[in-house]
């Protein structure tokens, strides 16, 4: 348990919907980082739920710019603090969704990454644009329907993988780059840990189920994101200075459960057939043998 | 007063030099023609221990004005320098940095924007964010872009002002022109302009704050209008800091400086390096005993509407010269000036010529066709052709 443990960081009283995956993993991030932090949030679900004026629900210091470049403010923030002669033991945390990481604010995120700011960076994925409104977005994953790949005669929803993220930031052989979600609250916390004393730029990648996107039960959202892991969807994995041969594995499931018990639970996959279905599972397996599992 | 050193520089160093003086903690900045001296410069004078600052080597403008704006939030005193289509693709965080009151400032080496690519001087890139709030003052010469990069930074920081600042420079004409400047002493230029300290909070843990909120309708329109009212109360603190400026480095700036216009007939307005070419063809038509003046324009936002009246009200021709384009209406320049006397009982009669775009060369005799046509105009009692392009090759229009 850390120091921060009694204090909350990000106020209740936020709009976030009922069940919204983003909000656990948040409170458990702030309280983490503790006080003595600053963030930046890109525009999204995250920023318009928590910054409404002339309310904040932010008890640390927070700006918000714009969609793409989290990542560059953040830049900017490192760099005065640096040069103003702070003793650097401000966390310095840049906050963004699925798009502001995995597209629109790659750039800023991947030059941040380069420059090595001592900046860490956390993805809070919940699988399309969820505050314009369930568009697909590089992170949606194959057979989901949203709003721009819906499901139809001739649609499966969305036909392409969901792009490897993490592994593309462990790729700028930043010191640290890990996956979690909120269904391991302590494994998220020991990473957020890792990340913040990393000597340099570090990447999280948090899974955080969105019932309005994904169409589930407000109640199912840990639930989603336990099955995720176990049915190897989403694998959750650390790696220090950009190791690529070698990531350590941080939750192996015993028995990998079949994928189909955490689509059925969505009904952005209600469309599949259990033709689909098998086509995902092997995917899945193929996944995984690639991780080692 | 220490003595100013006299020196013989390119522009883009004028105004790295200007901003080397006015001691900034951070650049953020990204290589552009014609403005890429200037992150040269201040990258040498890092490594030669001259400047105790962090550059950051962005990867794109949109980055460059990012971090600006978090170092900026953080308290330190940013600024960067750009041109062209980078600003173009800064713009959206140009109405940030406004919006969140930040006094960032930036050089431009003003030049075209694309397509046809063109890295010439041309002043549509800054224009064209004459909305975003930003201040913007026009150089000139090199002497204008050193001083107006500190002017800058101290009339951003006024707790009065809290505005981002431009300082145009024309591409090429002045950028990459060498030319005699003095430098103030850096003692000087301590006292003229004291470290940054943000009036209304920063990012500081030890006092938490939100920058950037969502701002509903219950509350855009008040907000925005605080921050056009601080652009609206400039003009008056503008003045007051060029007054002290000449006091102690000698060089009188005014937002509109009046050439000859006194008993002026027609006046021509220029904005930029086009102005000293102007002035040579006003005094050739001077002696000639043409009744001609020149209206220089340093502060192009806030547009000086007070001084363009004073000075050009009871002329009765207003040449105004602008190196921009409007596609649909004409220049900026023009527009603002038209504007500006909308409500008076007496107006000039107002022509506007478009000159200059893309690095095209503007020479005396262009403005003395420009005094010909207002002239022709003013003596007919109407304006034809409001809007006229001058200088066109007539062998490239076929």
């Known amino acids: ?293 | 007063m220490g003595e100013q050193k006299g020196l013989t520089i390119q522009g883009n160093m004028a105004t790295a030099l200007g901003a080397k003086l006015s001691r900034p903690d951070v650049i953020p900045a990204y290589p552009i023609t014609p403005s890429t001296l200037f992150p040269e410069k201040i990258s040498e004078y890092i490594a030669d221990g001259e400047l105790d600052a962090s550059m950051i080597r962005v990867e794109s403008e949109h980055s460059a004005m990012s971090a600006c704006i978090g170092a900026s939030a953080s308290g330190a005193r940013a600024c960067t320098a750009s041109a062209s289509q980078g600003i173009a693709l800064m713009h959206e965080m140009l109405f940030i940095a406004a919006g969140m009151r930040l006094p960032i400032v930036m050089a431009v080496g003003n030049r075209a924007l694309s397509a046809p690519i063109n890295i010439w001087a041309d002043h549509q890139d800054s224009i064209s964010s004459r909305d975003s709030g930003w201040l913007q003052f026009y150089a000139e010469k090199n002497q204008e872009g050193l001083d107006l990069m500190i002017l800058a930074f101290r009339i951003a920081e006024d707790e009065r002002v809290l505005l981002p600042a431009m300082v145009g420079i024309d591409g090429f004409v002045l950028t990459h022109t060498v030319e005699g400047v003095k430098a103030p002493a850096q003692e000087d230029v301590d006292d003229f302009l004291p470290p940054y300290e943000p009036p209304h909070g920063k990012l500081d843990p030890e006092e938490p704050m939100t920058f950037g909120s969502l701002g509903t309708p219950e509350y855009y329109q008040e907000l925005k209008y605080d921050q056009t009212q601080a652009m609206e109360n400039t003009p008056e603190i503008i003045d007051e800091i060029f007054d002290e400026f000449e006091e102690r480095f000698g060089r009188e700036y005014n937002r509109i400086t009046p050439y000859k216009c006194e008993d002026a007939d027609i006046i021509l307005l220029t904005m930029g390096s086009m102005s000293g070419t102007a002035r040579a063809a006003v005094d050739e038509m001077r002696e000639e005993g043409e009744k001609v003046g020149l209206a220089k324009l340093t502060v192009f936002r806030p547009f000086p509407g007070d001084l363009l009246k004073e000075i050009a009200g009871d002329a009765d021709g207003l040449a105004v010269v602008d190196r921009n384009i409007s596609p649909g209406f004409g220049g900026a320049v023009f527009a603002e000036s038209a504007g500006t006397f909308i409500n008076e009982n007496r107006s000039p009669l107002m022509k506007n010529f478009i000159v200059g775009l893309g690095g095209r060369e503007i020479f005396k005799r262009n403005f003395k066709e420009m005094y010909e046509k207002t002239k022709e105009a003013v003596e007919a009692g109407e304006v034809k052709k409001p809007v006229e392009w001058i200088n066109m090759d007539e062998d490239v229009m076929r």
């Open chain 1, 1 to 293: 348990m850390s120091e921060n443990e009694e204090k909350e960081l990000l106020a209740s009283g936020h709009r976030m919907c009922a069940g919204c995956g983003e909000g656990t993993a948040m409170r458990a991030i702030l309280k983490e980082a503790g006080p003595n932090s600053i963030a930046t949030v890109a525009t999204g679900c995250l920023e318009v739920t928590t910054t409404a004026y002339p309310q904040t629900a932010w008890e640390i210091p927070l700006i918000h710019a714009a969609f793409e470049n989290a990542a560059s403010v953040a830049s900017g923030i490192e760099a005065a603090l640096k040069q103003m002669d702070k003793k650097g033991e401000t966390n310095i945390l840049s906050f963004a969704g699925d798009g502001g990481t995995f597209d629109i604010g790659f750039q800023a995120l991947s030059g941040m990454f380069e420059r090595k700011h001592n900046v860490t960076h956390i993805c809070l994925d919940n699988e399309a644009y969820m505050n314009t409104g369930i568009q697909r977005c590089s992170s949606t994953p194959y057979g989901a329907s949203t709003t721009t790949s819906p499901s139809g005669k001739e649609s499966i929803g969305e036909d392409r993988p969901k792009k490897p993220i993490a592994r593309i930031a462990s790729a700028h052989d930043i010191p640290y780059a890990a996956t979690a979600t909120i269904a391991y609250i302590d494994d998220l916390k020991k990473k957020v840990n890792k990340a913040l004393k990393a000597d340099g730029p570090a990447f999280l990648h948090v899974f955080a189920p969105c019932p309005t996107g994904w169409r589930h039960g407000s109640d199912d959202t840990i639930e989603l994101a336990r099955l995720a892991v176990e049915t190897g969807v989403f694998v959750l994995w650390e790696a220090e200075d950009g190791e690529i041969c070698d990531i350590k594995i941080t939750k192996k499931p015993k028995e990998r459960k079949p994928v189909k018990e955490y689509l059925k639970k969505q009904r952005r996959f209600a469309h599949l057939t259990e033709e689909h279905i098998e086509k995902i599972q092997k995917e899945v397996d193929e996944k995984c043998e690639q991780y080692g599992f």
